[in-house]
């Protein structure tokens, strides 16, 4: 894993917000949208969260990565509500971790590996290879 450090924790102090992109509310792409921008100055254009059909469009951004390869800022899909559809993300910040917004609990640092059933995909921004 590519060696970064952030501070991920200003991060949490961040309400949820339904389709909010910005330090007064996100939800989890808006979230993905915030760090990378933060971070790593990357910026990605905004889609609706509810419409994931769209999210085929950001695959000119991102190219996918395999599970074992996954460094920071990857972004990484789930199905949150089945395992048939994606409908979530997170943001990967250090080993096993990784950063999302859920609108139960807001931004939260979760362990990657407790998600691994619903996955369905790990993408790399390609101005950060």
């Not at 910005?22 to 790593?40: H, I, M, P, Q």
């Not at 509500?81 to 807001?106: P, Q, R, W, Y």
């Amino acid at each position: 894993m590519k060696e970064y450090t952030f501070d991920s924790s200003r991060y949490v102090q961040i309400p949820y917000q339904e389709h909010g992109d910005s330090w007064t509310g996100v939800d989890c792409f808006g979230l993905a949208r915030l760090v990378l921008c933060e971070e790593t100055g990357v910026y990605l254009p905004d889609f609706r969260v509810d419409d994931w059909a769209s999210a085929e469009a950001y695959f000119e951004y991102f190219d996918p990565v395999p599970i074992r390869e996954v460094q920071i800022f990857d972004v990484i899909v789930i199905s949150k509500t089945s395992l048939e559809n994606a409908d979530h993300c997170g943001v990967v910040i250090g080993f096993n971790k990784m950063i999302h917004a859920m609108s139960n609990i807001g931004v939260t640092i979760s362990k990657i590996s407790t998600w691994m059933r619903r996955i369905k995909g790990v993408y790399r921004h390609k101005a950060l290879e």
